[in-house]
């Protein structure tokens, strides 16, 4: 079984920063891309950055100069950093990724389970 695995989620003030993590776990041959979605209520689901295999970042208007996507393709890790939050960001925020897996070499896209971001005093 393959999953993918976040934390870093919680209330944060106006202004403040918090650090997403997503750990890809299980039978992986390789990743591709991996990014960030999130979701806010009443609210369809939206892109906020993906990052290539070759650490090509690319960011949704909305967050760019906030926020920043890294990964660590040896440990199957994405994160992001979001710094500025404003109470607009609040969010589940899902982590997603596209994997090969190891045997079959079967390709899948994968979800995170999501993880609550709030910004608010």
């Known amino acids: 079984q393959v999953q993918l695995v976040e934390s870093g989620g919680g209330l944060v003030q106006p202004g403040g920063s918090l650090r997403l993590s997503c750990a890809a776990s299980?039978?992986?041959?390789?990743?591709?891309?991996m990014g960030w979605y999130r979701q806010a209520p009443g609210k369809e689901r939206e892109l906020v950055a993906t990052?290539?295999?070759?650490?090509?970042?690319n960011y949704a208007d909305s967050v760019k100069g906030r926020f920043t996507i890294s990964r660590d393709n040896g440990k199957k890790t994405v994160y992001l950093q979001m710094n500025s939050l404003k109470p607009e960001d609040t969010a589940v925020y899902y982590c997603?990724?596209?994997?090969?897996?190891?045997?079959?070499?079967?390709?899948?896209?994968?979800w995170g389970q999501g993880t609550l971001v709030t910004v608010s005093s």
């Open positions: 997603n990724a596209f994997v090969t897996r190891t045997m079959t070499y079967r390709y899948l896209e994968l």
């Open positions: 299980g039978s992986i041959f390789s990743i591709s891309d």
């Open positions: 990052i290539t295999s070759g650490y090509t970042p």
